[in-house]
């Protein structure tokens, strides 16, 4: 009986390790640094406008070439946070746009940018970490559209304060929109027509802790469907001064539960606001804070 209650046990934990495996696939979550990190930074210098490079930029590969898009501002208290575009044949050797910067009107940080037909739409904070949404259609002159509406189930809106970190996907006709508080959870609202937004659940699909490793604070970056699953990459602090973040992950197949992958963080140090790009045979993940690091899957390192 006793060495029948040990076999039960033991599959059980082969069951959980094995789902785990099957739920976080390695090309998904075990990457390296490349050793020429940083390939991205601010320019260090007092009289550039990027002289600092600040939190979630966004790259997106289109044909041949990868087109980031960055927050840069100077060492200075109260500077604008301005919007700068470069361009790269490999997502290594980036060249910034001459023309930068190619917004500056309204406070842009912490963006993210999803191209639907032939719109981008990007999503970024503004100031007070209120998300807005702008669009282009040449990746470089962006109309912005103001401040997210996002209303309660009931329809009313959303309490006063900040929501930023907006991240969104869309799943046929509906938009999905992951925000955050004051980086203490992560909420969910969707939308049809990208001008009110409304809570899935006013409850949040995602809090921080009880891990170490992102108890003092989370924000979602991305999350992208593999495999008729979804992934969701955020950031999170185990300091409670948000002195340093890391890149985590986790999993969901309705948007709303999601499990956290057990061996989180899979990039730490400061390697956060983590992004996925698909460079045409693998994955490889881009870190933002605070400047541009890549990692390849590590079956394929460079």
């Known amino acids: 009986m006793r060495y029948s209650y040990y076999l039960l046990i ?5 069951f959980i390790a094995c789902k785990s495996k099957s739920d976080f696939p390695a090309e998904l979550v075990q990457f390296t640094s490349y050793p020429q990190n940083p390939v991205f930074k601010g320019t260090a210098s007092p009289s550039d406008w990027d002289e600092i490079i ?17 927050t840069g501002y100077k060492d200075t208290t109260g500077a604008v946070m301005s919007l700068g575009y470069a361009t790269s044949p490999d997502g290594l050797i980036w060249t910034r746009y001459a023309g930068n910067p190619i917004y500056d009107s309204l406070h842009t940080e ?12 990007m999503f970024a904070e503004g100031k007070g970490d209120i998300a807005h949404r702008l669009v282009s259609t040449n990746r470089i002159h962006w109309q912005d559209l103001g401040s997210l509406d996002i209303r309660l189930v009931s329809g009313d ?7 930023g970190t907006p991240s969104v ?13 004051n980086d203490d959870a ?54 409670q001064d948000w002195s340093t973040w890391n890149t985590n992950v986790a999993v969901s197949e309705d948007l709303i539960h999601w499990t956290k992958y ?3 963080p899979i990039l730490q140090e400061n390697k956060s606001s983590g992004i996925l790009v698909h460079d045409g045979a693998q994955y490889r993940m881009y870190t933002m804070h605070p400047e541009v690091c890549v990692h390849f899957f590590k079956d394929g390192v460079r």
């Open 157 to 163: 809106p959303i309490s006063a304060g900040p929501y």
């Open 10 to 14: 033991t599959g059980f934990l082969l």
């Open 169 to 181: 996907i869309k799943e046929g006709s509906t938009w999905y929109l992951f925000y955050e508080r």
């Open 262 to 264: 057990s061996q989180n």
């Open 186 to 239: 992560i909420w969910l609202a969707s939308s049809k027509d990208l001008q009110v937004w409304t809570n899935v659940q006013d409850e949040p699909i995602l809090l921080k802790g009880p891990e170490s490793y992102d108890r003092f604070g989370v924000a979602m970056n991305q999350v992208i469907k593999y495999h008729d699953k979804y992934y969701g990459y955020y950031h999170g602090t185990p300091d």
């Open 110 to 121: 912490d963006m993210m940018i999803i191209k639907v037909d032939d719109t981008y739409q």
């Open 54 to 70: 600040r939190e979630r930029g966004y790259i997106l590969k289109e044909d041949d070439t990868y087109h980031l898009w960055y």
